[in-house]
């Protein structure tokens, strides 16, 4: 006894999923968000590993009461924003147009959130 094949018709989140704009505009995401995110991860486990293992340099002072430590935590805010600024300006160039381009060919009524604001 067989049972009957399901046929089912692709729903259309499902066709932009699969459309290449859309994975182009994934693709561009990806390649910058997976190594950036690696190396602030990187950078973060750099400074626990300083501050576990490197205490005489992590102690060394560099101007009157502060040392390498606090600077570096510091550093690490910096680091922070920075990226938020780097990932702001990049959507701005490289992601918000096709994402823009991607809802308007597919007459979605959806809008990126700065958009709706205005």
Do not use: K
Request: hydrophobic fraction near 50%; proline fraction near 6%; charged fraction near 15%.
């Amino acid at each position: 006894m067989e049972s009957p094949s399901i046929t089912t018709v692709p729903t259309e989140v499902q066709l932009i999923d699969e459309s290449r704009e859309f994975c182009a505009l994934r693709h561009s995401f990806r390649s910058f968000a997976f190594p950036v995110t690696i190396g602030f991860v990187l950078w973060y486990l750099l400074y626990i590993l300083l501050s576990s293992y490197a205490p005489g340099l992590m102690g060394t002072r560099v101007v009157g009461h502060i040392n390498v430590a606090l600077v570096l935590g510091l550093l690490q805010f910096v680091t922070t924003f920075a990226i938020a600024a780097w990932y702001a300006r990049y959507a701005d160039r490289r992601l918000d147009p096709p994402a823009a381009a991607i809802r308007e060919a597919q007459g979605a009524v959806v809008h990126a959130p700065r958009e709706a604001a205005e």
